[in-house]
């Protein structure tokens, strides 16, 4: 099976950097994957990580560790429209069956 | 916009009903998905079809029906739900192949009275 922990809730403020952080334990994926969901809308991409390392996208980055069975979401810069909750997934091989986390729902105040 | 749409957006039927909630995909792409997703738990996969064949059922109960007539349509149907499966139904679309994303619709919100 594969458990995948993240925080709850987290709260920064306007123009910080924020960290979430994704732990996981699973005999194989072949990616991790972030994705954004604002309230009463759908997920979108964010990322994906296949290799160990720091993947970055402007103002996000995401790094994978598979011998630390980690993962984080950096966001830099933070807005408003931050406010959302985040969501790691293990892609599994075949036709990508994502498994979920609970996701981490983040609060950006001014 | 997405380039998956999904209807209705919003359903409340009872425990009796038989309702139907529709996914079209406008992105070429292979492979639907159903997701479904409850207050405070994981989004969960319920279905997959891989150009219109079914290649996973997650032990989902047989009141959940899905059909897919083309790569671009998918249906989720809808038969003597229980209060429980009140949730939001996300449909979704990849590639294919390993290491391709997904893209999800904006979901459907279901309540069961």
């Known amino acids: 099976g594969q458990n995948i922990d993240q925080p709850t809730e987290m709260t920064a403020t306007e123009g910080a950097i924020v960290q979430i952080n994704c732990t996981y334990q699973?005999?194989?994926?072949?990616?991790l994957f972030w994705y954004q969901q604002h309230a009463g809308e759908a997920p979108t991409f964010l990322s994906y990580n296949v290799l160990d390392g720091l993947e970055e996208k402007g103002r996000f980055s995401s790094f994978l560790s598979r011998s630390k069975g980690y993962s984080y979401l950096l966001l830099k810069e933070l807005q408003m429209k931050d406010s959302a909750s985040y969501l790691c997934a293990l892609g599994n091989t075949g036709f990508q069956k994502l498994v979920f986390g609970t996701g981490t729902r983040l609060l950006v105040s001014p | 916009e997405t380039g998956v749409t999904q209807t209705p957006r919003h359903l409340v039927m009872g425990m009796t009903n038989k309702k139907s909630l529709k996914c079209e995909q406008h992105?070429?792409?292979?492979?639907m998905y159903w997701y479904k997703q409850s207050a405070k738990k994981p989004l969960e996969l319920m279905f997959v079809y891989s150009l219109e064949e079914r290649v996973e059922n997650n032990s989902v109960p047989s009141r959940f029906s899905p059909e897919c007539p083309n790569s671009s349509h998918l249906f989720l149907h809808l038969h003597t739900l229980q209060p429980e499966d009140s949730a939001l139904y996300l449909c979704a679309s990849s590639p294919g192949p390993p290491g391709n994303t997904i893209y999800f619709g904006e979901g459907s919100w279901l309540t069961v009275v």
């Open positions: 699973t005999s194989g994926f072949n990616g």
């Open positions: 992105l070429g792409h292979n492979a």
